[in-house]
């Protein structure tokens, strides 16, 4: 059975930084991909990055881009996902998600996380 179980999530003031962790267990293959996405009140879900299996490359939304740094430990099968320069519109649930690239890319990853909250305000 797979899980993942995201973590790091919190309160921050605009500029700040935030890691976020995503944890997976479980799976059998040796190239799966780990995506985040969010999702804000009001509005509908969007991905924000995401790192292959197979050679570690890496897909960021254009609103984080310079950002936001995705990386992975296939040692501990982690995932983080370092998040500077904050602001108000990065507030959201984060999510993250894994399974074949192409399912991740396109949101329709197998197996999800149950979210951490972000909230950066002053």
């Known amino acids: 059975q797979v899980h993942v179980v995201e973590s790091g999530g919190g309160s921050v003031q605009p500029g700040g930084s935030l890691n976020l962790s995503c944890a997976v267990s479980g799976f059998t293959s040796d190239y799966y991909a780990i995506g985040w996405f969010r999702q804000a009140p009001g509005k509908e879900r969007e991905g924000v990055s995401c790192?292959?299996?197979?050679?570690?490359?890496?897909y960021y939304a254009d609103s984080v881009k310079g950002r936001f740094t995705i990386s992975r430990d296939n040692v501990k099968n982690t995932v983080y996902l370092q998040m500077n320069s904050l602001k108000p519109e990065d507030t959201a649930v984060y999510y993250c998600?894994?399974?074949?690239?192409?399912?991740?890319?396109?949101?329709?990853?197998?197996?999800w996380g149950k979210g951490t909250l972000v909230t950066v305000s002053s």
């Open positions: 998600a894994t399974g074949k690239l192409s399912e991740v890319l396109a949101g329709t990853a197998q197996y």
């Open positions: 790192i292959s299996g197979s050679d570690g490359s890496t």
